[in-house]
């Protein structure tokens, strides 16, 4: 029997923002915003919810993930649909307990191969394995070689994230290792990164805004020298400092893509506005 193979992702991904060609099944997150719910992307988009948090910055603001029922009911669809197989990629299992509920979920629903990817990661480094996923699908790989090549591809990711505060992400308990920054909370620029294992951890303080991001861009175009690479910036509220980097990047390397991505609003939810996210994938 022919595999016919069919794709979830988690709207963590910003897939939404972008062009897939390619029925791409979504798994939506719920945005719950000054006593309001909100499905992520359907409900509230980037910028309306960047708007409402910059001129309402004690606003309550958490997320819910995708219940596995409605996971489930996604397979099924799938299935219903003649698909003979499934892969479901998703946020990092260190960021959010969408890939177990992904997981869960299979065992709800039978007549249908469900893998679930754990991308070890968010944003566009997320969304670089759908993208690269849809290619293999339309040059005929099975669903071995697919899931086999997405986790090589999920291997060769790095991402570094500067926000302007840490008080989002240790409000809603996104942060590992965190103790020792505490102290100094709001008076740093922290510069984080994704580690191998999709955890975010600190990686240095820095004083002030320009001097983090001056790092930051030292740290990556140290680290991209003479490699192959696919880059990318995730912004919230910033997209013209967003695309000041992607100009410095380019300038020394024009041979690179660099894609502007936004942030979606239930990541942005625990980033916090002013948070930007530069990653790279050597290819």
């Given at each position: 029997m022919?595999?016919?193979?069919?794709?979830?992702?988690?709207?963590?991904?910003?897939?939404?923002?972008?062009?897939?060609?390619?029925?791409?099944?979504?798994?939506?997150?719920?945005?719950?915003l000054?006593?309001?719910?909100?499905?992520?992307?359907?409900?509230?988009?980037?910028?309306?919810?960047?708007?409402?948090?910059?001129?309402?910055?004690?606003?309550?603001?958490s997320?819910?993930?995708?219940?596995?029922?409605?996971?489930?009911?996604?397979?099924?669809?799938?299935?219903?649909?003649?698909?003979?197989?499934?892969?479901?990629?998703?946020i990092s299992?260190?960021?959010?307990?969408?890939?177990?509920?992904?997981?869960?979920?299979?065992?709800?629903?039978?007549?249908?191969?469900?893998?679930?990817?754990?991308?070890?990661?968010?944003?566009y480094?997320?969304?670089?394995?759908?993208?690269?996923?849809?290619?293999?699908?339309k040059?005929?790989?099975?669903?071995?070689?697919?899931?086999?090549?997405?986790?090589?591809?999920?291997?060769?990711?790095?991402?570094?994230?500067?926000?302007?505060?840490?008080?989002?992400?240790?409000?809603n308990?996104?942060?590992?290792?965190?103790?020792?920054?505490?102290?100094?909370?709001?008076?740093?620029?922290?510069?984080?990164?994704?580690?191998?294992?999709?955890?975010?951890?600190?990686?240095?303080?820095?004083r002030?805004?320009?001097?983090?991001?001056a790092?930051?861009?030292?740290?990556?175009?140290?680290?991209?020298?003479?490699?192959?690479?696919?880059?990318?910036?995730?912004?919230?509220?910033?997209?013209?400092e967003?695309?000041?980097?992607?100009?410095?990047?380019?300038?020394?390397?024009?041979?690179?893509?660099?894609?502007?991505?936004p942030?979606?609003?239930?990541?942005?939810?625990?980033?916090?506005?002013?948070?930007?996210?530069?990653?790279?994938?050597?290819?």
């Amino acid at each position: 029997m022919s595999e016919k193979i069919g794709l979830v992702v988690c709207g963590n991904s910003g897939v939404d923002y972008m062009k897939l060609d390619y029925p791409v099944k979504m798994l939506r997150s719920t945005l719950n915003l000054g006593g309001k719910e909100y499905e992520d992307y359907v409900d509230i988009q980037a910028k309306e919810f960047y708007d409402i948090i910059e001129s309402n910055s004690d606003i309550d603001v958490s997320t819910s993930q995708t219940s596995t029922g409605k996971i489930a009911s996604v397979y099924e669809e799938l299935k219903s649909e003649g698909y003979t197989d499934a892969i479901v990629v998703v946020i990092s299992s260190k960021l959010s307990g969408t890939f177990q509920g992904a997981v869960l979920a299979k065992d709800m629903v039978e007549g249908i191969n469900v893998y679930v990817v754990d991308s070890r990661s968010v944003s566009y480094g997320e969304a670089y394995l759908v993208i690269e996923a849809i290619k293999m699908i339309k040059a005929g790989k099975k669903k071995v070689e697919i899931i086999d090549k997405l986790e090589k591809i999920r291997d060769n990711i790095t991402i570094y994230v500067l926000v302007d505060t840490l008080k989002f992400l240790v409000k809603n308990g996104r942060l590992s290792s965190a103790s020792g920054f505490l102290g100094t909370l709001l008076k740093i620029k922290p510069l984080l990164h994704i580690q191998k294992d999709g955890a975010l951890v600190p990686l240095e303080k820095i004083r002030t805004k320009s001097k983090a991001q001056a790092r930051l861009m030292e740290i990556i175009k140290r680290e991209i020298e003479g490699k192959s690479v696919v880059m990318f910036i995730s912004y919230t509220n910033n997209e013209d400092e967003a695309a000041a980097m992607r100009k410095d990047l380019l300038s020394i390397r024009p041979d690179i893509t660099v894609e502007l991505v936004p942030l979606t609003p239930v990541v942005g939810a625990h980033a916090g506005p002013g948070t930007l996210g530069i990653g790279y994938i050597v290819i």
